[in-house]
C-alpha cells in the first residue's frame, strides 16, 4: 500500500522537540515533505544551524517512522536540515567558506606550482582566495610569488596577537617561510611543525575567503593530519606526472584521505607536465613522460581529470622570477590553469551538493 503525507505527519506528532516540550508538526518544523512510493523526502527547520537538538531529533524522526511503519518506508539520508539563521563565527577561519589541499605522493611533480597557479586562477574569476603554505619544511610560495623578502605584520586583536597575510596576485598568502632564512634548513621536531601550521591557520587575520588553497608537503604524515584536525577539508586535489612512478605513489597519498578515520573527499587529479609545447609551436604536443598515465588513473579510480598542465619553457621560467603563468591568462598555460580554476569550482560544487559538511577529523588514540 502506498504511503501517504498524512500517515507521515501523524507518526511525526509523536516526535517533540526536547526543549519546547511540543510536537514538530505543531512547531511547523516538518517542511517540504515529499512520498514518492515507499521513499519519503522532507525539510526539519531550525532557528539557528548550532542548535544541539538537531541530531537528536533527526534520529528520533527516522526512529519513530521505521518503528511505525518498518520496511515500507525508506527514510534513512533523507530528512534535510535548515536553519533560519547562521550563528557568527569570529574565529580565524569562520569567514573562510570552502578549504581545498593540494597532495601528491612524491616530491618533484609540481604541486606547489599546481597550488600557486590554482589560487591565481581562482582569484582571476572574481573569487577571494587565500594561500597557505602548509610544506613547513620546503616552502617554496615566497618565492613562485616573488615575495620573499615580505614579512607580515602582526596586530593584537582582543588580547591575541594575529598575523596578516601577504597579498598578490589578489590572493591572501602565509608561508612559514615569511619567518625563516631562506637559505636555512628547517630542522624542526614534529610538534614544532605542527604547531607553526596550526598557528598559521588560526592566528591569521583570513577575512572572507572563498576559496583556500592548502599546498600540503609531499607524501603524507604530521603536517597532513594535523591540517585534518584543526580545519574542514572540503575535499583533496591530487597532483601527478604521467609517470607509473608517481602514480604509484599518488596511489599511496590517496589512501590517507580515504582513511575511514579522515574520510576527505578526493575532488579530482591534476595532471602535471602533461607534454611539452614549444611556444613557437604551440599546437605541438611531445610527451616526454609517457602519455596520459595521470588520466587513466583518474578514469579507473572514478575521479575526475581536473586538467592536464604542459610544460612550456618561456612561462615556466617567468615563473621562476615569482610571476605565475596563471597571471597572464591568455599564455598557453594561463588558459590551462583558467580550465583547472573552473573545474574545480564545479568540483567543490557537486561535492557541497551531494555531502554534509564536513568537520574537522577526530583522531582519538586507543
Known amino acids: 500500500m502506498a504511503l501517504t503525507t498524512k500517515q507521515i505527519f501523524t507518526v ?51 526512529q519513530a517512522l521505521e518503528k511505525e511503519l518498518g520496511d515500507e518506508i525508506e527514510i534513512r539520508g533523507n530528512i534535510n536540515i535548515k536553519a533560519l539563521q547562521k550563528e557568527e563565527d569570529n574565529s580565524a577561519m569562520g ?96 610538534a614544532m611543525a605542527t604547531s607553526a601550521i596550526k598557528q598559521l591557520l588560526l592566528q591569521a587575520k ?26 574542514p577539508l572540503n575535499g583533496g586535489i591530487m597532483v601527478s606526472t604521467p609517470q607509473e612512478v608517481a602514480i604509484a605513489d599518488v596511489k599511496k597519498a590517496m589512501s590517507m584521505f580515504h582513511q575511514k578515520t579522515i574520510n ?3 575532488l579530482g587529479v591534476v595532471e602535471n607536465m602533461a607534454w611539452f609545447t614549444p611556444e613557437e609551436l604551440p599546437d605541438n604536443k611531445y610527451y ?19 586538467g592536464q598542465i604542459p610544460i612550456v619553457q618561456g612561462v ?10 596563471a597571471a597572464d591568462a591568455d599564455s598557453i598555460l594561463g588558459k590551462q590553469f583558467s580550465e583547472l580554476a573552473n573545474n574545480v569550482v564545479e568540483a567543490v560544487k557537486i561535492r557541497n551538493d551531494e555531502l554534509p559538511p564536513t568537520e574537522p577529523v577526530q583522531i582519538t588514540r586507543k
Open 12 to 62: 511525526l506528532r509523536t516526535v517533540k522537540h526536547p526543549k519546547e516540550n511540543k510536537d514538530i508538526i505543531s512547531l511547523g518544523m516538518v517542511q517540504e515533505l515529499e512520498v514518492e512510493g515507499k521513499k519519503v523526502n522532507f525539510t526539519l527547520v531550525f532557528p539557528i544551524d548550532t542548535d544541539p537538538n538537531i541530531e537528536t531529533i533527526r534520529k528520533a524522526c527516522v
Open 288 to 306: 616526454l613522460f609517457g602519455k596520459d598515465g595521470a588520466k587513466r588513473f583518474a578514469n579507473e579510480n572514478g575521479l575526475t581529470l581536473l
Open 206 to 231: 583570513w577575512g572572507e575567503i572563498d576559496y583556500m588553497v592548502v599546498d600540503l608537503p609531499p607524501g603524507t604524515g604530521d603536517i597532513h593530519l594535523t591540517i585534518v584536525q584543526t580545519v
Open 316 to 325: 615556466m621560467e617567468s615563473g621562476e622570477k615569482g610571476i605565475p603563468a
Open 95 to 190: 569567514k573562510v567558506k570552502n578549504i581545498v589541499a593540494v597532495a601528491s605522493g612524491k616530491g618533484g611533480v609540481g604541486k606547489s606550482t599546481v597550488a600557486v597557479n590554482l589560487a591565481v586562477a581562482l582569484a582571476n574569476t572574481g573569487a577571494k582566495v587565500a594561500l597557505l603554505d602548509a610544506d613547513i619544511y620546503g616552502p617554496s610560495i615566497p618565492k613562485m610569488l616573488d615575495i620573499e623578502n615580505e614579512r607580515p605584520q602582526v596586530i593584537k586583536e582582543n588580547g591575541q596577537e594575529m598575523i596578516i597575510p601577504v597579498e598578490k596576485y589578489g590572493i591572501k598568502t602565509l608561508s612559514i617561510g615569511f619567518f625563516v632564512n631562506p637559505d636555512d634548513a628547517l630542522i624542526w621536531r614534529g
Open 264 to 266: 576527505v573527499p578526493v
